[in-house]
C-alpha cells in the first residue's frame, strides 16, 4: 500500500495536511504518496486540519499590516505636502511684502532726491528767503529776536554746501541698500532676502 512506501516524510505530510492550505494531490505529489494514502494515515493517526484557521488568521493580520503602513506612508506624505505648502505660501508671503516696502521706500528716496535737487537749483532764491526771514522792524523783543537768528542760522546750515552734501550722501547710502535689498527681493542675487524691517531702519 501506498502508506507503507518506505522513506515517505510523514511528520511533513501531518504538517501540510493541518495547515490545510494545500490540495491533498498536491501534498502527495510532493511526498510520492496517493490522496487515499494521506486520508487513511489521517483517520489512523487521528490528524485533523486545525491550522488553516490559525493561518488564516496570522494572513489575514498581516495584509492588514501592510495595508494600515501604506497608509501611514500616504498620510505622512500628505502631512509632508502640507507643511511644504504651508511654509511655501508663508515665505511668498513675506516676499511680496517685502518688495513693496522695498519699492516704497525706493520712491521716497527718490522723491527726496528730486526735492534735494530743486532746492540745489534754486539756491539763490532760497539765500533770498533767508533774508525774507529777518524782521527789521525792530519792534521783537529780546527773546523773540533770539528765536529769528535760531531760525534763520538752522535755516542757512539746510541750504548750505555742507548740508545739502549730507543730505546727498545719506540719500545715496540709502539707495544703495534699497537697490541690494531689491535685487535680493526679486531673486537676481541669490542671497537671503532681507526681513522688512531692515528696509525702515536707514538712514534717510
Aim: hydrophobic share 40%; proline share 0%; charged share 30%.
Amino acid at each position: 500500500m501506498a502508506t507503507e512506501k518506505a522513506g515517505i516524510d510523514w511528520e511533513a505530510v501531518e504538517l501540510h495536511y493541518r495547515s490545510g492550505i494545500r490540495s491533498l494531490k498536491d501534498i502527495g505529489s510532493e511526498f510520492g504518496v496517493s490522496d487515499a494514502g494521506i486520508i487513511k494515515r489521517a483517520k489512523r493517526d487521528k490528524w485533523t486540519r486545525d491550522l488553516s484557521a490559525k493561518i488564516k488568521a496570522k494572513a489575514d493580520a498581516k495584509v492588514s499590516a501592510a495595508a494600515v503602513s501604506a497608509e501611514v506612508s500616504e498620510q505622512r506624505a500628505a502631512n509632508e505636502t502640507q507643511i511644504v505648502e504651508a511654509n511655501a505660501e508663508l515665505q511668498a508671503r513675506v516676499r511680496r511684502e517685502q518688495r513693496t516696502d522695498i519699492s516704497r521706500s525706493r520712491k521716497l528716496v527718490m522723491t527726496l532726491l528730486t526735492e534735494l535737487e530743486l532746492q540745489t537749483d534754486n539756491v539763490g532764491l532760497l539765500e533770498q528767503l533767508s533774508e525774507l526771514l529777518y524782521d527789521k522792524s525792530g519792534d521783537m523783543t529780546a527773546a523773540q529776536q533770539t528765536a529769528q537768528e535760531k531760525r534763520v542760522k538752522l535755516f542757512n546750515k539746510v541750504i548750505s554746501l555742507g548740508g545739502r552734501t549730507g543730505t546727498m550722501k545719506s540719500l545715496a547710502d540709502s539707495l544703495q541698500t534699497l537697490v541690494a535689498l531689491e535685487r535680493e527681493a526679486f531673486g537676481i542675487d541669490e542671497k537671503r532676502a532681507p526681513d522688512s524691517q531692515t528696509v525702515f531702519n536707514m538712514q534717510f
